[in-house]
């Protein structure tokens, strides 16, 4: 698949705002292991070549192993989560299917067993971001493997 042009070159003010909440997101009280692990299960979700690829980098730079890696399309089935994983990639999962329907309130109860309301905002705000760069990647076919991992 071939790339159709470089956004940056094209309009760079909407990268720019999306660079902003990447810095925000820096900024908050989430783990940053957690908040990628998010970024890539909704990148697999949403298959986002290009994104999987760079998350799958970034949190592999960040030593993640690879048997949480390969098991996270699984992460139900796959006893390397905790609890408060899998009450965060739930409410991924929930928010970036949200054409399904609301989310739902179970999913919901279980996420504030583990998090707090501001890191829920959190949370949410991680999952929003990287659906956005999810519908740029994929609309603007950005090439997977071309990315590589900088410091966080």
């Not at 949200?98 to 279980?110: F, L, M």
Request: one cysteine or more; a negative charge.
């Amino acid at each position: 698949m071939k790339q159709r042009f470089t956004q940056p070159k094209v309009a760079d003010g909407g990268r720019q705002a999306m660079l902003g909440l990447e810095r925000y997101l820096a900024e908050t009280s989430l783990d940053v292991k957690l908040r990628d692990l998010l970024k890539l299960r909704v990148s697999q979700i949403n298959g986002c070549a290009y994104c999987i690829d760079m998350h799958w980098k970034d949190l592999r730079k960040l030593g993640e192993n690879e048997q949480r890696l390969y098991g996270l399309d699984a992460w139900r089935e796959s006893p390397y989560y905790t609890d408060r994983e899998r009450a965060a990639l739930a409410w991924a999962e929930a928010v970036t299917n949200i054409t399904d329907g609301h989310v739902p309130d179970e999913v919901h109860a279980e996420v504030r067993q583990q998090f707090s309301e501001a890191e829920l905002v959190e949370l949410t705000m991680t999952v929003v971001t990287v659906n956005a760069w999810n519908r740029l990647a994929i609309s603007f076919r950005y090439t997977a493997g071309s990315y590589q991992p900088m410091q966080h």
